[in-house]
């Protein structure tokens, strides 16, 4: 038997029993530490979404230029995709074998120094090279982020504290479209590129200060690595006035493998899910103000009318914010999902220019909606800690590679039938994830993090109320 003790605190606990890293992260209240890893890993995300959001606005520029085509613009986002696969399925392996934070420091230095690189390509063939090495440090950052903060948590509020880091994640669209609006007209494309590599650069020092998950050192065997951080951790939230109830030790999982039975129906719901979001996000977001343009609206209008209808992000978001604790996940994303449909239907049989605004701001709010709950929320929640990185990177990274094929899709149906064929797939694709949802989904909402993993051990003893009222924050 082996012990770890902190004089003063309450971490002495018995690794041949079982471990209480897990239960005594749950009971620790929400206070400044959380919110400070929230900002750090935010601002990742914000610079991350900023960066992938302005091939919508760069593109109609260089299209517009006769710098690029059509079909070198749909080379350009296959490319990303391509590299966000590479970059996602890489953050998976190197994150659950080497640490969230080595993942994080990664990413960050790739897709910034790659930023700086496109910002100073002199042809669109070195501009689709540069964006490819790009999106490999891009891919890393949805995979690592949510699953790095869901670690940290308290399951009371986990779903809020999900969706608050998403809506940081969501202003990137606006934050993109509206640095589009102002400055591409006065400074050209090259500054939307300059602008995330350098603010990446800068994140990337701040960064320092983020601590390795202690859930994962203790999945290494690194006991005392991740007792000081929970003792850091406690003695924070004690300096707040908390008080922290004894947390009960469970059976530790040793599973190493995502390959097993019990992980089969949630990776097959959540690829489903990704495939979805991501066909249905690129799909809006990149090639809408080229459709606006090609239909004869000028490309600082377009660029406005799509800042306007970006506003939706982060209400989408805020909104996820507001029900994922109170309304569950399964409910949250079946609902969700039909209306998300509903309301990209009336986006693409609308005429006014006033209402389509209207109903492409709801559908815009609907899709962040969904990915907040989904991606930030969900996903991370359905795999246990040890797995937990590759399995999202599987869902993720498959819906990263069915995206590298939609542009062509997307150009094809807006040449053959217009936006109103592009939103036809748009609502079809909500329907069939909200099928999918009511059939193969679980509610993991309010349940410990390590309760909702699909792990054959799920013998922990039954939470006291005290340790219960201490989730509550």
Same mark, same amino acid.
């Given at each position: 038997m082996k012990l770890f003790v902190k004089q003063g605190g309450d971490s002495v606990f018995s690794h041949k029993q079982g471990s209480t890293i897990a239960a005594r992260l749950d009971r620790v209240p929400t206070h400044s530490f959380h919110s400070r890893l929230l900002g750090l890993v935010g601002g990742g995300m914000l610079i991350d979404n900023f960066d992938i959001y302005i091939a919508g606005s760069v593109l109609v520029v260089l299209l517009h230029s006769g710098w690029s085509t059509l079909s070198s613009n749909a080379a350009f986002?296959? !490319?990303? %995709? &391509?590299?966000?696969?590479?970059?996602? =399925?890489? #953050?998976?392996?190197?994150?659950?074998r080497y640490g969230r934070k080595l993942t994080f420091q990664? /990413?960050?230095?790739? %897709?910034?120094? +790659?930023?700086?690189?496109? +910002?100073?390509?002199? /042809?669109?063939?070195?501009?689709? +090279?540069m964006r490819f090495i790009c999106g490999v440090g891009l891919g890393a950052e949805i995979v690592t982020g949510y699953s790095t903060l869901a670690e940290f948590v308290p399951p009371q509020s986990r779903g809020k504290w999900l969706a608050l880091l998403s809506m940081c994640s969501s202003c990137g669209l606006l934050t993109a479209t509206l640095f589009s609006y102002l400055l591409i007209p006065i400074a050209g494309w090259r500054i939307m590129f300059a602008i995330p590599g350098v603010a990446a650069l800068f994140v990337l020092w701040l960064r320092k200060a983020i601590p390795e998950s202690p859930r994962w050192l203790e999945m290494r065997g690194r006991h005392a690595e991740a007792d000081a951080i929970v003792c850091s951790i406690e003695d924070s939230a004690r300096k707040t006035g908390a008080t922290l109830a004894s947390p009960a030790a469970f059976p530790m999982r040793t599973s190493e493998s995502i390959w097993q039975l019990q992980f089969l129906r949630p990776l097959v719901l959540g690829t489903i899910m990704q495939v979805v979001l991501f066909t249905v996000l690129y799909a809006l977001v990149a090639w809408l103000p080229t459709f606006l343009a090609r239909q004869g609206m000028p490309i600082n209008q377009s660029l406005k009318q799509s800042a306007i209808m970006a506003l939706g992000g982060p209400v989408g978001a =805020?909104? !996820?914010?507001?029900?994922a604790d109170r309304l569950g996940r399964r409910k949250g994303i079946v609902f969700g999902s039909v209306i998300a449909a509903a309301m990209a239907a009336a986006f693409g049989h609308v005429s006014s220019p006033m209402v389509a605004m209207s109903f492409g701001f709801a559908t @815009? !709010?609907?899709? %962040? @909606?969904?990915? #907040?709950?989904?991606? #930030?929320?969900y996903l991370p929640e359905i795999f246990p800690t040890e797995i937990r990185m590759r399995c999202n990177a599987v869902c993720v990274g498959i819906g990263? &590679?069915?995206? $590298?094929? +939609?542009? =062509?899709? $997307?150009? @094809?149906? =807006?040449?053959h039938g217009g936006v109103t064929a592009v939103i036809t797939l748009i609502w079809i694709l909500f329907a069939v994830q909200a099928v999918s949802m009511a059939v193969l989904g679980s509610e993991t909402s309010r349940k410990p993090l390590d309760d909702v993993g699909g792990s054959p051990v799920d013998q922990r003893p039954p939470r006291s109320t005290e340790t219960t009222a201490a989730w509550s924050q």
């Open positions: 986002v296959s !490319a990303t %995709f &391509a590299g966000m696969m590479i970059g996602t =399925f890489a #953050a998976g392996l190197i994150g659950d990664i /990413n960050l230095a790739v %897709f910034g120094l +790659a930023s700086i690189g496109a +910002a100073a390509a002199t /042809n669109i063939d070195l501009l689709i +090279a =805020f909104v !996820a914010r507001l029900l @815009y !709010a609907s899709l %962040f @909606y969904l990915l #907040a709950t989904v991606q #930030a929320i990263r &590679a069915s995206a $590298i094929g +939609a542009p =062509f899709v $997307i150009v @094809y149906l =807006f040449e």
